[in-house]
């Protein structure tokens, strides 16, 4: 039905003043590109409802945003490492509460497994080994003291602060203790922590080496 | 243009593909392609459960959530292939996402499970400061802290909300007075009896001789019954301060706190009764709310009491999809109506007959026993409401003419282009330019009645219509856009301003941690003059701004629920 277009001469198929053109009138330009990112506006928006109720709300959005970011749900991104290592930065880390979900409810395949659960752990020694060794040098004869009362492969306090949260540290150590396979990577673990000049399990004679680890937990870190 | 809001399917495309032999699951994989056609998500929700994923739990749950939602249901090895992240963090995302109900999980056949993502839940997260208000306009601080927790966390048990409640309670209280754990269970016990929180789906109770190995994910169950069964529990104690713990080392800093607690060794009584907030009995009490309001709005006072009375007797009645309300006796709202209001059961009568005959039909007669037997009509009374919204959004973008014309076509559902410049009485050239700006915004469509079998243009009648729906579906994804919009610039401005944030920041805690120690006055004043006035200028600038942009996502929030609880009711009564 295309077909005949007036041999030549434009003529429209239907009727050019119900669209409110009038015949042999300038139509008005072609739109060649797309309209502007920010148009001018003929009215200005409404002003935004206020009152006590609006306040209010406001005020605990803001609120809620501040303590989604601390919540154990928060999935910190692991940062670059900076050029130079902050010393506030340290004193700066929030603290963390754990987070353990119920595992009933959830399928089987989530639970960490026991090789994850020691990357894991590697990783973290790795990035606290290499944080510690710039403060060796300060705080070497507090280090030997903490060890030594400790007596175990436990870390030193400060790197504890370091970490998300000792109690999941301390879950994995009893995880270590009950993998029969884990002999093998545990070696590899103490291979990766060697950053640092201290062995983990530093103990004099006379400790017992690392028998009751889990029973000092209750003591107090300090 | 809007895209086609298509129904959700996930069909298994198999591919095996050159040299892919096997049955893995990841040869089950569709083809990207496909997926986009089939998923139901635009692209304006989309980017916007990915801001709003991002804000509250960072970019790696951001990055699994949005996968999820973009590609339908997978199962786990799958998602950590397609994102290139290591299976440990998907796995904890996962568990992050489940927990706050953001992420179901199915069995499928040969054992597999996948993964599911609710795209929807997801933008409920920009509506959690309503609901916690709400909940303190009802059931006051408690109630506020309670949906506060739960909405925090995803799921507790009802236990650990009260000790946690009644813990920051006591934080709030003078020195020496402590919050009681009873009263905290009571505002519990109360929220659960009117629905307002309700109980998740549990792992059943199997018995010990089931044979074979235990299955790759638990199934949930829950029935209709059991939803709001508050478990017998005999919480006793109070809440504690964090200051003045028992624990021996007292005055440590946060981060050395203990690994244990006493309370880790005590059996909890509840366990695994997980509670979680009812959103759809808020949403119920939003739109009771807006209709109440309208009414007001367009009556007076005391008609939208009488509204609001008809809608409390139903609350338990009504399903909250219905279509209207259960009838109800002109007797009956006269006993119900609140005690304060005496007003005669003949001007109950008067105003329910004016409610009836009212245009906008939110109340509607539905037959004479009891004095008069009424309804609400929830789903008429959605209507207006998003009409009315549509209605003011042409006003305030295009003007009052534009309105008119608006309104008329709204009224008179379908006009020529001619009937419209005489009945709005506005001149022909400028209704056609009104006409043609709001059809480009899709605010007006255009119906073709053709007078011939040919389609002939100049032999068709060509009228001026407004669809409400699918009016309603473009705002409502213009709304989506706005709050991104809305949230993107609040980051970019954080973010241009962050150094200088992070420096007042420190400086407030020099000075907290100074007047702390009891410095003097001069000193004080040092420190304060280290943010420059032109630097305080521009923080004061800054949280304007913020709040500007905070105080307009939750209003068009407000908008987003209207249409969407319009558009809802319209698809299930299709």
Known sequence: MAGNKGRGRAAYTFNIEAVGFSRGEKLPDVVLKPPPLFPDTDYKPVPLRTGEGEDYMLALKQELRETMKRMPYFM??????????????????????????????????????????????????????????????????????????????????????????????????????????????????????????????????????GADSDDNMDEATY | MEQPRAKTGWTEVTEPGPGRPGFGASDRRPRAAALRLLSTMTQAEIKLCSLLLQEHFGEIVEKIGVHLIRTGSQPLRVIAHDTGTSLDQVKKALCVLIQHNLVIYQVHKRGVVEYEAQCSRVLRMLRYPRYIYTAKTLYSDTGELIVEELLLNGKMTMSAVVKKVADRLTETMEDGKTMDYAEVSNTFVRLADTHFVQRCPF????????????????????????????????LIGKGKRRRSSDEDATGEPKAKRPKHTADNKEPIPDDGIYWQANLDRFHQHFRDQGIVSAVANRMDQTSSEIVRTMLRMSEITTPSNAPFTQPLSSNEIFRSLPVGYNISKQVLDQYLTLLADDPLEFVGKSGDSGGGMYVINLHKALGSLATATLESVVQERFGSRCARIFRLVLQKKHLEQKQVEDFAMIPAKEAKDMLYKMLSENFISLQEIPKTPDHAPSRTFYLYTVNILSAARMLLHRCYKSIANLIERRQFETKENKRLLEKSQRVEAIIASMQATGAEEAQLQEIEEMITAPERQQLETLKRNVNKLDASEIQVDETIFLLESYIESTMKRQ
């Open chain 1, 76 to 209: 910190e991104t692991p940062e670059e490492k900076q050029d130079i290592e902050r010393y506030s930065k340290r004193y700066m880390k929030v603290y963390k509460e754990e987070w353990v979900p119920d595992w009933r409810r959830l399928p089987r395949e989530m639970m960490p497994t026991k090789k994850c659960k020691k990357g894991h752990k590697s990783k973290k020694a790795k990035v606290t080994g290499q944080g510690t060794s710039l403060t060796n040098p300060a705080d070497v004869l507090k280090k030997i003291e903490e060890l030594e009362k400790r007596g175990d492969g436990e870390k030193s306090d400060e790197e504890n602060e370091e970490k998300e949260g000792s109690k999941e540290k301390s879950k994995e150590g009893d995880d270590d203790e009950e993998d029969d396979a884990a002999e093998q990577e545990e070696y590899d673990e103490e291979e990766q922590e060697e950053e640092n000049d201290y062995i983990n399990s530093y103990f004099e004679d006379g400790d017992d080496f």
């Open chain 2, 203 to 234: 792992v059943p109770a199997t018995e010990n001789s089931d044979p074979g190995p235990p299955p790759p994910a638990p199934t949930l169950v829950i029935n209709e019954k059991d939803m709001y069964l508050v478990p017998k529990l005999s």
